[in-house]
């Protein structure tokens, strides 16, 4: 096979990125180990922002179409406190930035890879990623791919883009990708039926890890325990219905919330959920989306990553294939971009994560959030991707929070 770009993973980024570079008229092939629709344990949120970015690619109705719940903010609970914080229509997008969605992974990814392959993009389900091949000068020049029925075939690209998510295989052949000890989670997840809507999302927080759940389509509530890797040791052979009960212990509300339910759908895990990459472009290569790095954000915004970096990674690769004298150009674009945008909310999303780490700050939080609602929709609306950190420094953000008015909650 042969090529201009060849995207391996079909998850968001590697989606949104095919369907773009499809739209602009260039061969691209996008290629997963799984067959879609698939399960994907995930917290299953949109943040307010993604909707700008779906809208860009034609995608906003589309989705309106899987009947996914609105949430306007967060309820968080956590060591006998609790406090709600509402998103704030505020931003470069204040008519959306008051409310996130929350659908099914299985049904999202669904869409999005259907969305591609309408634009033109070649899809290739359930074919592994191998290895990367490699000319004379060190240049990515295409990938060796594992078909359904075990060959191995060779994809030659000018470019090669690794979109395989928080294990990138791709990031590991060309050895950028590294731990965040400190950082080591692990988390599952599942589906239950018969919970009361609501229209915030929840996180039950208790030493150790915490619990993170949303009301999603068809009226299932998504649940998502994330604890320490270590913990795993505890299991000591019991089944995972016993291994998560132990944890509700440390959530009475949550336990409450889900005494009448009922699980449909098996435990599944993923970790662990921390890592970061030295470099995300090379010579005919890049990462996009947690490819690049993952630092397990409380609030949704893992899923408004992909998009974001789909853009940018979309352009400069555009502009790389139109005038190749201009790759590095374009490359420090998307660079640059990354820097800009996402990098300053993964570093909230860090100090957010450090915090959680201490159970007397956690607490003296959430007891000021009870007292001042508005430093809980603060937080709640940055985390929650609807505002930038860098607006913090502008006074205009503040007259414009100060005069939003957040979303009723019925």
Request: charged share 20%; aromatic share 8%.
């Amino acid at each position: 096979m042969q090529c201009d770009v060849l995207v391996l993973g079909a998850g968001p980024a590697g989606s949104a990125l095919a369907q773009r570079l499809a739209r602009d008229g260039f061969h691209t092939v996008l290629a997963d180990k799984k067959a879609f629709p698939r399960d994907k344990p995930c917290g299953e949120f949109l943040s307010p922002e993604c909707t700008p970015l779906l809208r860009e690619l034609d995608l906003a109705e589309p989705l309106e179409a899987l009947g996914p719940r609105l949430v306007r903010g967060m309820h968080l609970h956590g060591y006998g406190r609790e406090a709600r914080g509402r998103f704030r229509p505020v931003g470069a997008h204040a008519a959306t930035a008051g409310q996130g969605f929350a659908v099914r992974r299985s049904r999202f990814d669904a869409l999005l890879v259907d969305a591609a392959a309408r634009a033109g993009a070649t899809w290739l389900p359930r074919h592994e990623f191998t290895a990367l091949d490699h000319d004379a000068d060190g240049r990515v020049v295409g990938a060796q791919l594992r078909t359904p029925d075990g060959a191995v075939v060779r994809c030659a690209a000018r470019w090669v883009v690794g979109a395989d998510g928080v294990h990138s295989r791709v990031a590991r052949a060309l050895d950028v990708q590294r731990p965040t000890p400190w950082l080591d989670r692990f988390a599952l997840v599942a589906h239950y039926r018969g919970v009361a809507a609501a229209p915030l999302a929840e996180a039950h927080l208790f030493p150790g890890g915490f619990f993170a759940a949303t009301t999603v389509d068809e009226g299932l509530f998504s649940v998502n325990l994330i604890v320490p890797r270590t913990s795993l040791r505890q299991r000591d052979g019991a089944d995972w219905d016993t291994f998560v009960a132990a944890y509700f212990d440390r959530a009475p509300a949550f336990a409450e919330r889900l005494r009448s339910a009922r699980r449909t759908t098996a435990w599944r895990g993923i970790g662990p959920l921390a890592h970061t990459t030295t470099r995300q472009t090379f010579a005919g290569a890049a990462l996009v989306g947690d490819a690049c790095g993952y630092d397990d954000p409380l609030t949704g915004a893992g899923i408004y990553f992909a998009p974001v970096g789909a853009r940018g990674l979309g352009g400069a690769l555009t502009a790389a294939l139109h005038a190749p004298a201009a790759t590095d150009l374009a490359l420090a674009g998307y660079r640059a971009a990354r820097r800009r945008e996402i990098a300053p909310r993964l570093a909230a999303s860090t100090l957010l994560q450090r915090a959680l780490r201490h159970p007397w700050l956690v607490r003296r939080f959430l007891a000021a959030c009870a007292r001042w609602p508005a430093l809980a929709d603060l937080v709640v609306t940055l985390t929650g991707d609807a505002a930038h950190p860098r607006d913090l420094l502008r006074p205009s953000f503040w007259r414009a929070f100060h005069r939003a008015v957040p979303e009723p909650l019925s």
